[in-house]
């Protein structure tokens, strides 16, 4: 009766997979708006949580995640050659886990190296027993972030894997927007990252369905180290938002002597939270060890950074599940694209190639006391005559001022370009709801309050363009 029940079950799994994934490999539309995807992610994510509900009992990594004893793994690391310098893992008020100097630190002392020998990364995987299908599976080949993302969910479910000291010590759970409620995903409206995060829960559940099915098929049953029915949408969700966040690229030696990138996941390296600064993680290939060396002094007993590099606030949202109140240099970029039915739309794209801004282009908009100059020349070639084009292409040096604030082509062209980008800014500010101060009582997840800032500080960056523009 309970292999009945069981088979039942899986069939009923099969079947909603199967009609997930015809709902989730749809295009959106051009002509698509914000409530007309959030629509369509309501219905996905209801045919998620029936297949998450069918599974509950299924998923692993939260029995084998979110270890807060850290001892094991630096043994671990310590055997497999890294060394570990005036560090240890503490828990700090805002951030979660991250690294504590237990000595002061001078800015440039190595604190750490961690050898590509304890790292998870797309070779690795290859080396795996799912390795032949990420290599030859004509969509996986093309992702390597899911070939990561499957080697990890592989390692989670070896509870002997080499990896198990550095797999034991990851997250339970993650602050990205795949793991929002809806309301929480509704706080983003209005800002371009709404759209991108139900595209991205869209993606992912394609993926998952994809994966599913294909696991499922007669020859494939194995390579995954675990039977394809204890392969689980939360299983896959974690493993995906662990790669997501936590991810780095490291450089391996070719045998001619090139080098080729590979995403990868380096233990300890990846505990360290951002602040900015100078980044000062390299990859020595002699020793083939990712290294850190501190770009600050820290003394005891403070939290240990390192800067994640010119990322603005909306990738760390997305990707990272993040908001930096201190970002020095936060922007908001914003699609770009000449007027298909413009008759000089195909000039004005070689313009602009030649000023090597490819369409679309995301370009970028902030506090600054000016305009991006790209942005800025961008607009005025859009408002250029075909004469005023033609001028430019003849004569290339010219072009060198069109970013410049005082590199007008004309009057009538300064004024359209203007109207250009005034136009583009008031669409996507009106895109954001007239929300109301929220009531002091109210206590809103840290999910709704990255969202708030994040609106808040776009629609700041859209205001003083309207601002610059005058």
């Not at 060394?83 to 100097?101: C, H, I, T, Y």
């Not at 391996?252 to 900015?276: F, R, S, Y």
Request: hydrophobic share 40%; proline share 5%.
């Amino acid at each position: 009766t309970v292999v009945v029940v069981l088979c039942e079950m899986g069939d009923l799994i099969h079947n909603l997979v199967a009609q997930l994934i015809e709902k989730a490999r749809t295009p959106p539309s051009p002509h698509d708006t914000p409530n007309d995807e959030w629509e369509e992610h309501v219905v996905i994510r209801t045919m998620v949580d029936q297949i998450r509900s069918m599974q509950r009992d299924v998923p692993v990594h939260e029995k084998r995640t979110g270890k807060t004893d850290f001892t094991d793994l630096l043994s671990w690391l310590e055997q497999c050659g890294a060394s570990v310098n005036k560090v240890n893992v503490d828990e700090f008020d805002g951030f979660g886990n991250g690294l504590q100097a237990i000595d002061d630190i001078k800015a440039g002392e190595k604190i750490m190296s961690i050898p590509d020998f304890c790292m998870l990364s797309v070779e690795s995987a290859y080396r795996t027993s799912i390795g032949e299908f990420l290599k030859t599976d004509k969509l996986v080949k093309l992702m390597p972030n899911v070939a990561l993302a499957l080697h990890v969910l592989m390692e989670m479910h070896d509870e002997d894997s080499f990896y198990a000291p550095y797999i034991s010590t990851l997250p339970s759970t993650y602050s990205v927007p795949l793991y929002w409620e809806s309301w929480d995903l509704l706080s983003l409206k209005g800002s371009p990252e709404f759209v991108e995060a139900l595209r991205l829960f869209k993606h992912i559940s394609r993926q998952y369905c994809y994966l599913f099915m294909k696991l499922s098929e007669p020859g494939y049953e194995d390579i995954l180290g675990f039977d394809v029915s204890s392969f689980t949408f939360d299983d896959y969700r974690w493993a995906v938002a662990t790669v997501m966040s936590r991810q780095n690229k490291i450089p391996i030696k070719q045998e001619d002597g090139g080098v080729e990138w590979t995403l990868c996941l380096a233990p300890l390296w990846d505990l360290m939270n951002h602040k900015h600064g100078k980044v000062s993680s390299q990859f020595n290939l002699e020793t083939k060890s990712l290294e850190h060396k501190a770009f600050e002094d820290v003394s005891i007993g403070d939290q240990v950074f390192m800067s994640y590099g010119a990322r603005n606030n909306a990738e760390y949202v997305l990707h990272q599940g993040f908001f930096y109140d201190a970002h020095p240099s936060d922007y908001m970029a914003i699609p770009f694209s000449v007027d298909e039915s413009d008759p000089l739309a195909k000039i004005k794209t070689l313009l602009l190639g030649n000023l090597g801004i490819k369409l679309p282009a995301d370009l970028t908009v902030s506090m600054d006391g000016h305009l991006d100059p790209q942005l800025f020349a961008f607009a005025r070639v859009s408002a250029m005559t075909k004469d005023e084009i033609a001028q430019h292409l003849r004569n290339p040096a010219i072009c060198a001022t069109l970013g410049a604030v005082d590199g007008v082509v004309s009057e009538t062209n300064e004024s359209k370009a203007k109207e250009i980008i005034a136009a583009r800014v008031q669409t996507l500010l009106s895109a954001f709801p007239q929300v109301d101060e929220p009531p002091e009582d109210e206590k809103p997840s840290y999910e709704t309050v990255i969202a708030r800032k994040l609106v808040v500080a776009q629609k700041k960056f859209l205001q003083n363009t309207l601002n610059l523009l005058g």
